[in-house]
């Protein structure tokens, strides 16, 4: 039997997604709502999950994920007072064998997984309308969208979290804008076969660096660099950066 409950998700990423997959498992009727919907792969596209959000998504039906995931046995912290110079300070293990620590899972496929699914749940629908007005009534949330339509809910749960315009105008929580004087870089490193269940996160001078392993003959690696960091000539060669990397951190994709 149908919740009478209605719920509205703001945004159609990969995190409102999997809060509507979930929350149609209480048979709440939700309404997705983006203006410019699309279903194109997510960036970044790795992700780690904890052995206990996996549990839980496997649980309610997404096992595939699990199938395709790459289990995290170690996770190694090293800090660094030079922007090379390394040592490590912090080594986290699991307790057996048949623990995990973490999974690295495919991002695009826990996306697709949940996309194919709630297609095709009745108790979802899409809404592919630009909101105009957000109402907060005793009783329930009120959204007027720019045709002029009305929809009321028991909720709204805002998962867009790069529309600062929308979060912005509507009050929806406070925006606050830093610069960290840092640029993000996303690599995945095709390296030959190895025992790959170890996450290394390298505190460097000219920022944060970490390697995580996606399969035995891949490494996705995250490195925040500061925009006067000497190190910034490295992204912009893909021959460059291999060489540093073969250089400074081989050793260490090895273990």
């Known amino acids: 039997m149908p919740n009478s409950q209605k719920i ?19 048979k709440l009727q939700i309404d997705i709502v983006e203006q410019n919907r699309s279903i194109k792969k997510i960036k970044p596209t790795k992700l780690a999950l904890s052995k206990h959000s996996l549990d839980q998504l496997c649980f309610y039906g997404l096992k595939v994920i699990k199938k395709k995931s790459n289990v995290v046995k170690n996770i190694y912290l090293h800090d660094s007072y030079s922007s090379i110079s390394l040592k490590q300070d912090l080594h986290f293990s699991a307790s057996n064998k048949k623990e995990a620590l973490a999974y690295i899972v495919d991002g695009n496929i826990l996306f697709s997984d949940i996309i194919k699914k709630i297609e095709s749940f009745k108790n979802i629908n899409f809404i592919k309308k630009e909101i105009s007005s ?10 007027i969208f720019k045709d002029l339509k009305k929809e009321n809910y028991n909720l709204i749960i805002f998962a867009s979290a790069n529309n600062i315009v929308l979060l912005s105008k509507f009050k929806l929580r406070k925006v606050i804008d830093k610069s960290y004087n840092e640029d993000a870089y996303v690599f995945n490193l095709h390296h030959k076969k190895i025992i790959n269940n170890s996450a ?3 505190f460097l001078k000219d ?3 970490a390697f995580l392993p996606v399969s035995r003959t891949e490494t996705s690696v995250i490195w925040s660099i500061k925009n006067n960091s000497i190190n910034k000539k490295y992204v912009s060669s893909k021959k460059d950066l291999s060489k540093f990397f073969n250089t400074h951190f081989k050793n260490y994709l090895m273990k």
């Open 8 to 26: 509205c998700i703001i945004g159609s990423g990969l995190t409102a997604l999997t809060i509507a997959y979930l929350l149609s498992k209480f």
């Open 134 to 143: 957000i109402n907060d009534n005793k009783f329930y949330k009120e959204i």
């Open 200 to 202: 290394r996160q390298f």
């Open 207 to 209: 920022g944060p660096l």
